[in-house]
């Protein structure tokens, strides 16, 4: 599992390490988690799952499904965005 702060989500440096650890293990049962959604204004949330699930979902087996969007302090009270 990976998990991104989702106000700072996917630098090249983040996507090259991504990378080269999936060439390592030769797996892509992997889930990505974005955290720290709330953070962000509406446009931002729209921006960050569409970037998110383009950018991310070729690095796992579950493809979108693999990309979970959230925030510990909205998880507290049940929430999860999709």
Not at 8 to 35: H, P, R, W, Y
Not at 72 to 81: S, T
Request: aromatic share 18%; with cysteine; hydrophobic share 35%.
């Amino acid at each position: 599992m990976t998990v991104f702060n989702s106000t700072m989500l996917g630098s090249q440096l983040e996507t090259d390490f991504i990378k080269s650890q999936l060439n390592i293990f030769s797996s892509k049962a992997v889930i990505f988690v974005c955290n720290k959604f709330s953070y962000l204004s509406s446009e931002e949330k729209d921006f960050i799952k569409r970037y998110a699930i383009k950018t991310y979902s070729s690095f796992t087996e579950y493809e979108s499904g693999g990309i979970f969007i959230t925030d510990a302090r909205d998880r507290l009270k049940g929430r999860f965005y999709s």
